[in-house]
């Protein structure tokens, strides 16, 4: 009789140590951060966006997963997901401006893809006597800042 007891007593501390999840620390997570920062810089983004998804699900406010995954995004074209994420990686670090300029990248590249997209559907008369008109005009301009702003940073 003292045999389903003491079952009982193993089966409910597995079923707690199950429950209750262990708090993972930047130490105990470093190697997984080492692997997901490798499989960046070696340009596997795919693997590095699943590897920091993962860090990211254990520990949400770890700051750099998000700017990764916001330079992930910028990479991949992905612009709405790369500027969710820098936000994230704000939320927690507001003090980045290398951070907030990448959003103004972002920003500016969706602005100038827009206008190279819609200038297809121009009027003859936007092209009159080789002169930029209007939307022209706006297309070289953003042309210029985004060339006068710096790539994402690393």
């Known amino acids: 009789m003292l045999r389903p007891s003491l079952a009982a007593v193993a089966l ?3 079923l707690g140590c199950q429950t ?8 105990a997570m470093q190697p997984a951060i080492e692997n997901a920062t490798l499989a960046y ?4 983004l795919e693997l590095a966006e699943g590897l ?3 860090l990211l699900a254990r520990d949400p406010s770890l700051t750099l997963g998000w700017c990764h995954l916001g ?3 910028f990479r991949q ?3 709405d997901a790369a500027f969710n994420a820098y936000q994230k990686c704000l939320r927690y670090q507001p003090q980045q401006p290398a951070i907030w300029q990448n959003m103004a990248v972002i920003r500016l590249r969706q602005a100038s893809e ?4 819609g200038s297809a559907f121009l009027p003859a008369s936007e092209h009159v006597s080789g002169q930029p008109q209007g939307y022209q005009r706006l297309l070289q301009s953003l042309m210029l800042l985004q060339r006068a702003s ?3 940073e690393d």
């Open 150 to 152: 710096q790539q994402l």
């Open 12 to 14: 409910l501390t597995l």
């Open 52 to 54: 920091w998804r993962k």
């Open 114 to 117: 827009l206008m190279l997209h």
């Open 77 to 79: 074209h992905h612009y």
């Open 41 to 44: 810089q070696q340009g596997d």
């Open 20 to 27: 209750t999840a262990p708090q993972f620390t930047e130490t």
């Open 71 to 73: 330079h992930i995004g």
